[in-house]
């Protein structure tokens, strides 16, 4: 049993490239109605959105650091008078890596502002709505198993955007929205996965090797796309790739 996607108005977060450009257009060729953020990349999101109705889908991108409450305000309010309801959030945009952020900014992306975005949705979201958080082995499983020192800030800081998400799994019961949680394994031919091989020479041969294969992009998009309409209890989590991680 699976929810039909078609016509679920669905706002992704980080839609601009990577992982959530792709869960767009798979969730759009499934009938979805998309809404893409970005944060300042509005030519490579116009693209994306530009892509999808050009194929006779319906997308449009909408710019907002969701780390800025005042940008998360317009966004939503937009979000809102476009689609009138929202069914789903998925909770892709992640950082912490970047150049010139402050040590504080991991846990303001990846916790804080995801906490607060779920709060500024919840007023148009239905009941039958739902949360997808997206994030990856590293940060779901830190507590068990080391990782890379250059990537633990923010491991631990999308690990706790996790944990506050989950923290809330009751509150957001009562309103009939429930709460999928997609992990994944270092993925192929990312902007992370090279900033990482980057700070640790090697880190994708390593996990190339202990996994046996590393996930694709496509492969990934699909599993979180998949997300959006599985049946499944609040908190559940989809494991993608590094079967080595899962118990
Ligand atoms: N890459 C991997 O190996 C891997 C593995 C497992 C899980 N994941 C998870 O998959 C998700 C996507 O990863 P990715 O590698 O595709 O990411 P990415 O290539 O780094 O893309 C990041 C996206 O987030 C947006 N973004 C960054 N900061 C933002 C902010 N403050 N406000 C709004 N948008 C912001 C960017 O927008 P602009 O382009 O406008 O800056 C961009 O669209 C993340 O949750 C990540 O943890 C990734």
Known sequence: MSIDP???TVLITGA????GASTARLLAERGARIAINYREKAR??????NGITDSGGDAFAVRADITDPAAVAAMTATVSERFGKLDVLVLNASGGMERDV??????RLNRDAQVALVEACLPFMPAGARIVFVTSHQAHFVDERP???AYEPVARSKRAGEDALRERIGMLRERGVDLVVVSGDMIEGTITATLLDRAQPGAIEARREAAGHLVTVHEFADEVANAVTIEAESGHTIYVGGADYLP
């Open 147 to 149: 990782t890379m020192a």
């Open 6 to 8: 078609s016509n679920r």
């Open 102 to 107: 402050d040590p504080g900014y991991a846990l």
């Open 44 to 49: 490579r999101a116009e693209l994306v959105a």
């Open 16 to 19: 601009s490239r990577g992982i």
